[in-house]
């Protein structure tokens, strides 16, 4: 089986485009990559940084065929304004959110099996006057609002999140019986159908610290997590928690786990980065299409510069690959 993955560098000022000319130079024998952008940058960029290139443009009606070596094969969506490394220009966002539409349909229409995404700039796609909130939100739309979970994972770590860009004086209200019954289905539903884990075990963290320590450091646990994680354990789930974070993230408790369910974003996306930064992958569970991003910026001081780090797309790329291979052998 071949698959077809779409790829969007992101802010074309960035490492983006580099990574992309970098990665063509790998062999993918079982997987077709279809950049996503303007080809002429692309052919720019690898002059500039000494790569051989030779561009092919995508053809939906062809079967997908993996390409050797030294050739990139391009869906093209034209810039608005030239581009200077590192300098970032607003008037090229609506580009940037061209590339992403035109991915995230083609994975809706059955065109591509998934797609990864680059890095973005949010702050001058807003400058642009342009309502973008991020790369999850923006997808999410796109795919009828379906519910996204945001997912980070290193080949030995995965972590989903009950909530994610918000701020902390805000969790508490957020994390709803609700919303953490939807949070953990999909997480759990996700790892059965994108990763082939049969009976996934999750360990679920605790809001407050010591897990609230029955009630006297906080109520969630008792009158949220606790009542959810049963409820949906009755239905043949392994929820295990709500355990203290600091007890969870230690490695006794992490080598029994195939996913950890954080509460809030900076309660478990710093242990995971400490364990595996640059050689890590942003999931989007939850979505009817595959999708999965790189772990870093824009680096605008390193665009043009050959000085990128290719672990986490070349990760991202392999994680969005099985994710896809699950789902199609699932359909078969």
Known sequence: MITRLALTPGEPAGIGPDICVMLAQRPYPETEIVV?????????????????LEMHPFDASRPPTPLPPGHLRYLPVALHNEVSCGKL?????????????????????????GMVTGPVHKGV?????????GHTEYLSGLCDNAHPVMMLATPELRVALATTHLPLREVSDAITKDRLRKVATILH??????????????????????????GHLGREEIEVIEPVLAELNSQGMQLIGPMPADTLFTPIHLQQADAV?????DQGLPVLKHLG????????????????????????????????????????????????????????
């Open 277 to 332: 930064f640059g050689q890590a992958v942003n999931i989007t569970l939850g979505l009817p299409i595959v999708r999965t991003s790189v772990d870093h910026g824009t680096a605008l001081p390193l665009a043009g510069t050959d000085q990128a780090d290719l672990g986490s797309l070349i990760y991202a790329v392999k994680v969005a690959d099985t994710m896809a291979r699950s789902r199609l052998q699932a359909k078969s």
């Open 36 to 52: 996503v952008a303007d080809p002429a940058l692309l052919q720019l960029r690898a002059e500039r940084l000494g790569f051989p």
């Open 261 to 265: 369910l954080a509460m809030f974003h």
């Open 125 to 133: 796609i807003n400058d642009a006057g342009l309502s973008f909130t």
């Open 189 to 214: 539903n996700d790892l059965q159908s994108c990763f082939g884990l049969k009976q996934p075990r999750i360990m679920v963290c605790g809001l407050n610290p010591h897990a609230g320590e029955q």
């Open 89 to 113: 220009n607003p008037a090229n966002a609506p580009y940037v959110v061209e590339t992403l539409k035109q991915a995230t349909e083609g994975c809706l229409e059955g065109r591509f099996n």
